[in-house]
């Protein structure tokens, strides 16, 4: 006789009454989850969890005697629980939203100051899909980004072009990123240690509509590379970052020597809008042998048969390692379908872009 799994047991956090019985309602319509409690605050959240620990918190920021954040972060330094932030946050406080996800957050899913239930029951896939992915993450210490003055130099794994090589050659060949659950850092980790002449690159990180635009912007400071929110119709350039922007599909599309990205709306593709596989499909379609294929840390299977579509178009493939994932969801599908030629930890994902573009290069 098989022994049933045991379901995510969840301990939701927020100040606000209509907001835990909407978040009952959701999460303990799907069969695999348990509400073990519904909270208003840290403190009451704490004593219960001495009593019994859930596998998933969710916590709002703003409450009384104690703010999510805070709270998250004495969690995560006591005793690790995969949190996620349900919040109403905007466009202007997203620096909030990067603070919660380097405190620890797995997820975070925005909620409007108004129409709350309604949005909520709306977003009940989303809410439900990043409590399981919560329930998957691997919260064991990763390591830290690597600083400016360690960062992979191009000179070291790219040959110079040959004499008389024409400009359009360094930009006809495209590297494209799909990422979900525990991107954000993994994405930090990768672009900050790629050189300023690094392959032109386009990334698909699943994240909510409004905070693309602050997560390139983070990004762009940190990193040598120039990152920024993707336009319609722009060109991908050679040391330049592409980030699609939230709620909207991202195409590669050829343009002369060159490539650009498309901006579309359009419905859910793979559970989600931006979605990897319409940028891994669009690549294989409109670039491929001229291009490389990376799926990164993610739950689900976004990106898995859109990266074999690069590879069975000539493409080269790579995918992120178990240990370094902060949920192998999307890698383990593309690995286990045949999509990735190779896999690699996510400190060496930067490298291995590198010695790809190179490859790439020479085989024109």
Known sequence: MTVPARKIRVLIVDDSASVRETMKEILGSDPDIEVIGAVSDPFVAA???????????????????????????????QRPIPAVICSSLTEAGSDTLFQALEAGAVEVITKPSLGTRQFLLESRIRIIDAVKAAAQANLRPRPPARPPEGKLSADAVLAPPASGEAIGRTTDKIVCIGASTGGTD???????????????????????????????????????????????????????????????????????????????????????????????????????????????????????????????????????????????????????????????????????????????????
Do not use: W
């Open 47 to 77: 004593a219960h969890i001495r009593q019994q620990v859930p596998d998933v918190l969710t916590l709002d920021v703003e409450m009384p005697r104690m703010d999510g954040i805070s709270f998250l972060r004495r969690i995560m330094a």
């Open 186 to 364: 993994a994405l930090l980790t990768v672009l900050r240690a790629l050189p300023a002449d690094c392959p032109p690159i386009a990334v698909v990180q699943h994240m909510p509509e409004h905070f693309t635009a602050a997560f390139a912007r983070r990004l762009d400071g940190l990193c040598t590379i120039r990152v920024k929110e993707a336009a319609n119709g722009e060109a991908l350039l050679r040391g330049h970052a592409l980030i699609a922007p939230g709620n909207r599909h991202m195409l590669i599309k050829r343009n002369g020597a060159r490539y650009q990205v498309e901006l579309r709306e359009g419905p859910l593709v793979s559970r989600h809008r931006p979605s990897v596989d319409v940028l891994f499909r669009s690549a294989a379609r409109h670039a491929g042998a001229n291009a490389m294929g990376v799926i990164m840390t993610g739950m689900g299977d976004d990106g898995a048969h859109g990266l074999l579509e690069m590879r069975q178009a000539g493409a080269l493939t790579l995918a992120q390692d178990e240990e370094s994932c902060i949920v192998f969801g999307m890698p383990r599908e593309a690995i286990r379908i045949g999509a990735a030629q190779r896999v690699a930890a996510l400190e060496h994902l930067a490298s291995e872009i590198l010695k790809g573009y190179a490859v790439l290069q020479r085989s024109r």
